[in-house]
């Protein structure tokens, strides 16, 4: 049978507009009920050898299961993630948690702000900000510190669309006042994630580009000012790293969200017991997939015996099928820009795609801003003489010290640089970067 490792649960009755696993999507508004055989599906998940699980669902919070179930994966040695929008958080509710022995605690702004324009979210952002700071009083920040030793470690996430982009600066100044450290970041790219007649992913690729420079702009500030402050950012790898290289290491991409889940150890559970590969079902504007005949194949944790037996279920044999097929179709025809780009990117091995979304080339925009950087960047030093101080050698890593050259040219195509938009090796030239910004080598 195949290992499970990890799992997402929507353990609570109402809807969620944001999901954890993957990305930005809307999930069906069906109102679940609360499973009522709670043993039995922790049976279930323990007989899979579970290592983590991740509570999503409208708000957790609300479950009335949800401190007895955190208590039983406690005992069990399951690490458990919730994400919640933060509105129940009072003081002893996050001691409940803490009790229950709750690993990590993810506070969800979803998209509201300070400056919201109506009455209700206003309040609701107040409310949520009182509830962290009334955490932090009470309990002090260490909760909330990056590799806090305290359980829950406490972490914000803020979806970003094209109208709170601008007030971001102010939000995340807000939240590290407060004493957030650690702010996770998803979009919406279209007006309010807003169901449009044609497909929903079809956003406009100006007003991407709009909120990616306003975002730029608030953390060229925020990572000169808050060192200490991470951003787990929903974007492709490659573009990080030009954060990373641009602004410092403030800036990080979780794999949970670049690399498909659905092929590793990991499955969806929803709060009405069925099992999916992942969320990805449930988005509008999907390409590729047989809807149809995906929920035809039903499949329901009362009809298997333990979690992992739902991998080899023929509901998850034709998704598989389906993804490779939706691979194969934009690799044959060509007409996928970014399989190009991302046949030569130096971040693959973190980063695939989704066939069923990632189709058109503005969805690869945030790549083509890095790779443009990258290349101009390149182009500003290639001429440049390398100067190795001898006494560094022994640092330098063996194949760079190998190369011997004397411009930075010189050491890509030594290296065996593949040609790509103006032959640049990445790894070769990312590596002569990192070491002049360690100070091992100047760039004369
Ligand atoms: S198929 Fe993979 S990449 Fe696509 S949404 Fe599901 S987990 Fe994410
Ligand atoms: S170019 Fe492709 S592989 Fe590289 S980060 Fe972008 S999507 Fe991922």
Request: net charge neutral.
């Amino acid at each position: 049978m195949k290992h499970l490792k990890q799992i997402s649960w929507d353990i609570s009755k109402k809807s969620n507009p944001q999901n954890k696993c993957c990305y930005n999507g809307k999930k069906r508004t069906d109102k679940y009920s609360e499973p009522d055989n709670i043993d039995s599906i922790l049976e279930k998940i323990y007989k899979s050898g579970i290592e983590a699980v991740y509570f999503l669902g409208g708000n957790p919070l609300i479950s009335k299961n949800m401190s007895y179930v955190l208590s039983e994966f406690k005992k069990q040695g399951i690490v458990t993630n919730l994400v919640t929008n933060g509105t129940k958080l009072t003081i002893d509710v996050f001691e409940k948690l803490k009790d229950s022995g709750l690993n990590e605690l993810c506070v969800n702004f979803d998209g509201i702000e300070e400056n919201s324009i109506s009455i209700h979210r206003k309040d609701k952002y107040r409310l949520i900000i009182n509830n962290l700071k009334n955490i932090r009083e009470k309990f002090g920040e260490r909760y909330f510190l990056n590799n806090a030793m305290d359980k829950p470690q406490i972490s914000i996430s803020h979806t970003i669309t094209n109208q709170n982009v601008d007030s971001f600066l102010h939000f995340a100044r807000r939240l590290y006042q407060i004493g957030a450290r650690s702010i996770n970041l998803g979009f919406i790219f279209n007006d309010g994630n807003k169901k449009k007649k044609n497909k929903s992913f079809n956003f406009c690729c100006r007003k991407k580009e709009n909120i990616l420079l306003s975002l730029e702009k608030a953390f060229e500030i925020l990572s000169a000012e808050y060192k200490d402050m991470i951003f787990n950012i929903e974007l492709r790898p490659v573009y990080i790293k030009y954060l990373n290289m641009k602004y410092g290491d403030n800036f990080r991409y979780k794999t949970s969200y670049t690399k498909c889940m659905a092929h590793q150890d990991f499955l969806y559970l929803e709060a009405n017991g069925d099992i999916h590969p992942c969320n990805v079902y449930s988005m509008s504007g999907i390409i590729n997939f047989d809807l149809d005949r995906y929920m035809n194949l039903e499949l329901n944790i009362k009809d298997v015996n333990c979690l992992s037996e739902a991998l080899s279920h023929p509901r998850f044999e034709l998704f598989h099928n389906m993804y490779e097929d939706a691979k194969h179709v934009d690799a044959t025809n060509q007409t996928f820009v970014p399989i190009i780009i991302c046949n030569n990117c130096f971040v693959k091995e973190d980063c695939e795609p989704c066939p069923f979304q990632f189709y058109a080339r503005e969805h690869y925009l945030e790549c083509e801003i890095a790779f443009e950087y990258y290349i101009d960047l390149y182009d500003k030093i290639r001429d440049k003489i390398i100067v190795i101080p001898e006494d560094s050698v022994y640092i330098l890593d063996l194949q760079f010290s190998r190369i011997e050259s004397k411009t930075v040219d010189e050491a890509v195509k030594k290296s065996g640089a593949i040609d790509l938009i103006g032959s640049v090796d990445w790894k070769t030239f990312q590596r002569i970067l990192s070491l002049q910004k360690k100070g091992l080598i100047n760039l004369e």
